[in-house]
């Protein structure tokens, strides 16, 4: 490091780091912060004002990526079927999302051109709820390619896929309990992973 700048007067002017860029990027990754910042504490305060309907509607979006990636409780429901009681209540939910193979799909929509891109009919409370939702949702991509590329029929790799569809299926219904919850009361939920990227898709 000390060489380093012992060689930087030799350098041409061109080559030479300019204070200025450096400044300008930490000017602007302050401002992002700022804004990330002010974005938050918007919402929060729409949280706070936010009336009944508003919250039931959030709590509602969370039901969306927990009934299209359902499946992946698979081995969670076979290992112990009593958990099944759990999702007694949202059985109808479950059947009437699984009706139709683009019902995800139309859903998605619905909910991105709809509520998220409707700044006029939603408040951005709403419009922050459903676009975790949408995130979260869209994540569900990866757990599903990695199943259908390697598709393992036992061994250490069908052990594999097991723990992963466990633990998708848990994070999604810890996220369904925690932001239905939240909202219900009033409260802005963050998840993790997905916030920042919903808190930029709705500026």
């Given at each position: ?123 951005r409370y709403v ?40 633990t998708v299926f ?34």
């Open positions: 490091m000390a060489s380093s700048l012992l060689l930087l007067p030799s350098l041409p002017l061109s080559l030479r780091p300019s204070l200025s860029s450096f400044t300008t990027t930490t000017t602007t990754i302050k401002r992002r912060r700022t804004k990330s910042r002010r974005i938050l504490t918007t919402i929060s305060c729409d949280a706070d004002k936010s009336s009944a309907s508003d919250r039931v509607i959030s709590a509602a979006c969370y039901l969306y990526p927990f009934l299209d990636g359902v499946q992946y409780g698979k081995y969670v429901l076979t290992q112990f079927p009593s958990f099944q009681l759990v999702l007694q209540p949202l059985l109808p939910a479950i059947r009437l999302f699984r009706a139709s193979p683009f019902t995800g799909f139309l859903l998605f929509l619905t909910l991105y051109f709809a509520v998220v891109r409707n700044p006029s009919a939603f408040s419009r922050f709820n459903t676009m975790q939702a949408i995130v979260l949702d869209v994540l569900l991509i990866f757990p599903d390619l990695l199943e259908r590329t390697f598709n393992p029929r036992g061994g250490v790799a069908l052990d594999f896929v097991m723990s992963l569809d466990s848990f994070f999604l219904l810890v996220s369904l309990v925690y932001g239905s919850t939240s909202c219900l009361l009033g409260q802005l939920p963050r998840l993790p992973i997905v916030a920042d990227a919903a808190e930029r898709q709705i500026l």
